[in-house]
């Protein structure tokens, strides 16, 4: 069964940083292939939105809100996706989740899995 593991999280002062990390990993043995990684957030009473994706090869994309501030990045050896979260803002506020794409067995179907989540706070 795979896991989708989020650690990082916390409070942060407006202008400050915080980094976020993801693990995805398989209960028994180890998973076939990680293609796609990203992170998505959900702030109080809003829907979930996308922030930031990485494909396996490296290519990213960004929520317009996080351009410039935020950094995707990836190791692929330890099936892992960052969050490198720079000069937050208050309304950067949410619950942080992993999401991956992940073929766990040679003969399974390729589908998304999702962390539990993770809380950022931005306040003074």
């Known amino acids: 069964q795979v896991q989708l593991v989020e650690s990082g999280g916390g409070l942060a002062q407006p202008g400050g940083s915080l980094r976020l990390s993801c693990a995805a990993s398989?209960?028994?043995?180890?998973?076939?292939?990680?293609?796609?990684m990203g992170w998505y957030r959900q702030a109080p009473g809003k829907e979930r939105e996308l922030v930031a994706t990485?494909?396996?090869?490296?290519?990213?994309t960004y929520a317009d809100s996080v351009k410039g501030r935020f950094t995707i990045s990836r190791d692929n050896a330890k099936n892992t996706v960052y969050l490198q979260m720079n000069t937050l803002k208050p309304e950067d506020t949410a619950v942080y989740y992993c999401?991956?794409?992940?073929?766990?067995?040679?003969?399974?179907?390729?589908?998304?899995?999702w962390g539990k989540g993770t809380l950022v706070t931005v306040s003074s």
């Open positions: 990485i494909t396996r090869g490296g290519d990213t």
């Open positions: 999401n991956a794409f992940i073929k766990e067995t040679l003969m399974s179907v390729a589908m998304f899995y």
């Open positions: 398989r209960t028994i043995l180890s998973i076939f292939s990680v293609n796609d």
